[in-house]
């Protein structure tokens, strides 16, 4: 489009200015306006002149309408560049001259050195993955008939600022599942699988109780029993609340020809007696009791209501164990924000925030795709599949790439996700070379600018090579 | 806290600046003059309530007083106001290295002689001592904070059958067994704030090493990976290594966040029972839960885990960047028993000045917080963290803070984390 409106301006400029222009070569200096108006155009639009002085309006008059350009660029672009690499080979006072010793603390100094393996790991992943989820979405919501109520949908976190996503996304990933939706479904399919044991946490005492933890999560008795014996087993760390809908705890009366016993909450509010049933204390229904002979459970029972159980076994000597199901600790969830997580789970909200961006480009090239390609493939007899594969995705190429090549730069600057969401404790963790770089040189009592100024510094170069790449595209696009 | 000042901050400047204007027109010895003041205090609970201090002095001298709050980065604006040629007559400082940092620059000046006199009449000798610097007492300790005191839930307490709360450290841990064998978890620990942890820390080393060490450490001068050190990360792990001690076990502490750790001793579900945090806590538990300080909640202070229980804090000293007559005079008020007891009848306000009358706090728990502070005597010690280099102390993510943090997720590993904490030391100690 550019090819065919800009070239006639200048060709309808030529008249004026091409006799002079031609006539003079640019290093002669024949005075006033005209020599001038050589050596501007050729300097300053240098891609159009091509050598030839002879286009243009006179060189002052560029200069002039330049002027504001250049002086903002070199203002706000090329000064504090250059600043900013001046100040790198400096320390953090900026007075003594340390060379290259502020980039090799990037690499030494640990904090440092895992954000910049914590960016490595965001551009790896990040940018690919937007960009799949929205081509994934723009190609599924062109065959749907709410396609725009989908598309607003998907596009609306883009209208978030990142701060509010953050902490959103805090909230989704909060460890305690009452509060954090993720960790809320991950309880709940968890425990549709596997029911949640009606004593969690209950343990006996650590000391002077009758039972002792077998290992794996159950407990045994330490003495062996017989049947005619009855048995206290004492149990602590049931909360009040769960003890208010118990019944009192009753001691079983001895039997022959069983194990019999009594299974309770030995911690009446108040205290009690360690090891005796006080009045006050409750017994643990349905808790499950094996008797084992050599390893080997021989027989099981299940506690009552007031907490007593009787084990109908052949003379002998046992071991009683409450068996682990009873007193599995609740399932908690993942820890999202934890140190193994965090950067994952920044990503996913990354993510969401940015997959809408993905579809709306990848969706408007969708919709340039000349159809008739897609139809002389569905003629050839090929398969959807091979449609999306061989013909959509070469012909979306561009735009998959100005997509993913825009969110590598953006992702390559990240900051106000992490430095949001990432915990205190796991913050180091979750580390990215821009969040690096403002807590180094700005925060605390003695900010480095030096160091902070080396990562900016290689943050520029990091970003630069996308740059230079959608520079080239858009050249070559228009040219 | 500093949300709270941030908020109530625009209502406050208001405020101030109608009380200030105000406060002239009584006659007094110092009719007519003028006396600047600057502080961090903001907010009904607290702006307004110093802003009753600062009227009852026009009111004795007749002097005008006109109060500024300087938001929360203190040194900051008193810079920029010295760079202008403008500071206030008497300024109130947070912290102790600020109060070095300007005796150094020459931007306050030496209390005048009888004020002195009165310092070293009413205050222990550590509060002289903290407003001094190189032997020139420059401050007047106003205000004070502990942070050596464990908040806890009476109902949890009476369920437990816990009737006495614990002195010493073995006597603590075993307060928290009964706790846990009682269906309650013990401690709530907000471990994604890493000053959570070093507060443990300093109560646990002043208590375990002496005050004499901890000025020691303070200053760097002794190692990290010194045995005293090792004793303290030791004592700690008899709670820290816990699981069953901790609301959430040890990963739920780190992923929760101070604000977040007081509701859930005191909110309505509550889920541990004891929280070790500063005195501010009594000011949390009444604007975030519906308990009461006093009857749902009350406090012990932190037990002995050497042989004496340690006072840690903070606290705000007042000094005069302008040498005038009113600035005089209102320091010598400052230095008082009846302008501290001025805020200390109004709440919220600890004065490490001993001849305040205990009597004129509102209420038990401030008058026993006050109380440990004065009687804790020369032994009292400013928070460790905030006396070093931020890099170390104060920084989230690095140095103590994260060090800590790591040790609350593996607390077996104590050599290790003495010497983490030494080379992060070495390098922030300068």
């Not at chain 1, 108040?270 to 409750?282: L, S, V």
């Not at chain 1, 997959?355 to 959807?384: C, H, K, N, Q, Y």
């Not at chain 2, 471990?191 to 070093?198: E, I």
């Not at chain 2, 929280?275 to 604007?287: K, N, Q, R, W, Y």
Request: aromatic share 10%.
């Amino acid at each position: 489009m550019t090819d065919t409106s800009d070239p006639p301006a200048p060709r309808e400029q030529r008249p004026d200015d091409a006799s002079a222009a031609d006539s003079s070569p640019p290093a002669s200096a024949s005075p006033g306006d005209r020599a001038a108006a050589v050596a501007a155009p050729s300097s300053a639009t240098s891609g159009v002149a091509a050598g030839k002085g002879r286009l243009g309006p006179p060189p002052w008059l560029a200069g002039g309408f330049l002027a504001p350009a250049l002086i903002l660029l070199g203002l706000l672009v090329v000064y504090p560049i250059l600043y900013t690499i001046w100040r790198s080979l400096y320390d953090a006072d900026g007075e003594t001259f340390v060379a290259l010793d502020n980039y090799v603390a990037i690499f030494t100094d640990s904090a440092t050195f895992q954000a910049l393996k914590n960016n490595a790991i965001w551009v790896a992943v990040a940018p690919a993955l937007i960009t799949a989820c929205g081509l994934i979405f723009a190609v599924l919501t062109e065959r749907v008939r709410w396609a725009a109520a989908f598309k607003i949908i998907v596009f609306m976190p883009m209208a978030i600022s990142m701060v509010a996503a953050g902490v959103i996304f805090t909230l989704v990933y909060d460890h305690a599942p009452e509060r954090g939706v993720l960790n809320a479904i991950a309880v709940g399919v968890h425990d549709t699988f596997k029911s949640p044991s009606p004593y969690p946490g209950v343990r006996p005492r650590e000391q002077g109780s009758p039972l002792r933890p077998d290992g794996s999560g159950g407990f045994s008795t330490t003495a062996q029993v017989r049947p005619g014996q009855s048995v206290a087993l004492p149990l602590v760390a049931l909360s009040p609340a769960k003890q208010r809908d118990l019944k009192a705890a009753k001691a079983a009366p001895a039997q022959p020809g069983a194990v019999t016993g009594t299974v309770w909450a030995d911690f009446a509010p108040g205290g009690g007696k360690p090891n005796q049933i006080d009045a006050n204390e409750k017994g643990l229904s349905k808790v499950k009791v094996e008797a084992l002979q050599g390893g080997k459970v021989v027989a099981t029972a299940t506690t009552r209501d007031d907490g007593t159980f009787r084990i109908a076994v052949p003379d002998g000597a046992y071991t009683l164990r409450l068996a682990e199901s009873n007193f599995t600790p609740p399932y908690n969830g993942v820890t999202w924000l934890g140190p193994n997580l965090v950067t994952p789970a920044i990503i996913g909200a990354y993510v969401w925030m940015w997959a809408g961006f993905a579809m709306v480009l990848i969706g408007a090239g969708l919709s340039a795709i000349p159809r008739d390609a897609l139809e002389a493939a569905r003629v050839d007899g090929a398969t959807e599949w091979q449609v999306f594969r061989r013909v959509t995705i070469p012909l979306l190429a561009p735009v998959l790439v100005v997509v993913f090549v825009t969110l590598v730069i953006n992702v390559l600057k990240i900051f106000d996700l992490v430095y949001i969401m990432a915990p205190g404790s796991s913050i180091q963790d979750a580390q990215v070379l821009a969040l690096r770089m403002y807590l180094v040189s700005f925060v605390g009592e003695s900010p480095d600018q030096g160091l902070g100024s080396a990562i900016a510094v290689v943050l520029f170069l990091l970003v630069l090579p996308a740059m230079i790449f959608n520079i080239r595209r858009f050249r070559s696009e228009q040219g | 806290m500093l949300g709270v000042t941030l908020a109530a901050g625009l209502a406050v400047s208001a405020a101030a600046a109608c009380g200030g204007g105000d406060s002239g027109g009584n006659d007094g010895p110092l009719k007519g003059q003028t006396v600047t003041v600057a502080a961090i205090w903001t907010g009904d609970n607290e702006g307004a309530k110093f802003q009753k201090v600062l009227d009852e002095f026009s009111k004795r001298t007749g002097a005008k007083v006109t109060y500024t709050p300087t938001g929360d980065n203190v040194a900051a604006y008193l810079g920029s106001k010295v760079d202008g040629n403008a500071p206030p007559d008497v300024a109130f400082l947070p912290q102790q290295g600020v109060l070095v940092e300007f005796a150094q620059k020459g931007w306050i000046k030496p209390l005048p002689d009888d004020t002195q006199n009165l310092v070293k009449q009413n205050f222990a000798q550590v509060w002289q001592n903290l407003g001094s610097h190189n032997g020139t007492m420059y401050g007047v300790y106003f205000k004070a904070s502990s942070k050596s005191t464990i908040w806890y839930r009476k109902q949890a307490f009476t369920d437990a059958g816990i009737t006495q709360p614990p002195t010493t450290w073995a006597d603590f841990v075993k307060t928290a067994q009964t706790l846990a064998d009682s269906g309650a978890t013990p401690i709530s620990v907000g471990g994604a704030d890493g000053w959570v942890l070093t507060d443990w820390f300093e109560n646990v080393y002043l208590s375990v090493a002496g005050p004499e060490k901890y000025d020691q450490l303070s200053k760097h001068e002794i190692p990290y990976t010194d045995d005293t050190v090792k004793e303290t990360l030791r004592k700690l792990a008899e709670i820290w290594s816990k699981d069953d001690f901790l609301a959430g076990g040890r990963d739920g502490a780190l992923q929760t966040e101070f604000p977040a750790s007081v509701p859930a001793v005191f909110g309505d579900s509550p889920k541990a029972a004891m929280l070790p945090g500063a005195d501010f806590v009594a000011s949390e538990i009444s604007t975030n839960t519906k308990s009461k300080v006093g009857t749902d909640a009350d406090f012990f202070p932190f037990p002995a885990v050497g042989d004496k229980a340690p006072v840690v804090g903070a606290g705000d000293v007042a000094v005069m960047m302008k040498d005038t007559q009113a600035a005089r005079e209102l320091m010598k008020f400052l230095a008082s028993a009846e302008a501290a007891e001025i805020w200390a009848k109004q709440g919220g306000f600890i004065s490490p000045n001993k001849a305040v009358d205990l009597s004129t706090y509102p209420d038990e728990v401030q008058r026993r917080i006050a109380k440990a502070v004065i009687d804790a005597g020369d032994d009292f010690r400013f928070d460790m963290s905030d006396l070093a280099p931020a890099a170390f102390g104060g920084t989230k993510g690095q140095g103590e803070w994260k060090i800590l943090q790591d040790f609350l997720r593996n607390p077996s590993d104590v050599d290790g984390t003495a010497k983490k904490l030494e080379d992060a030391a070495k390098a922030a100690f300068k």
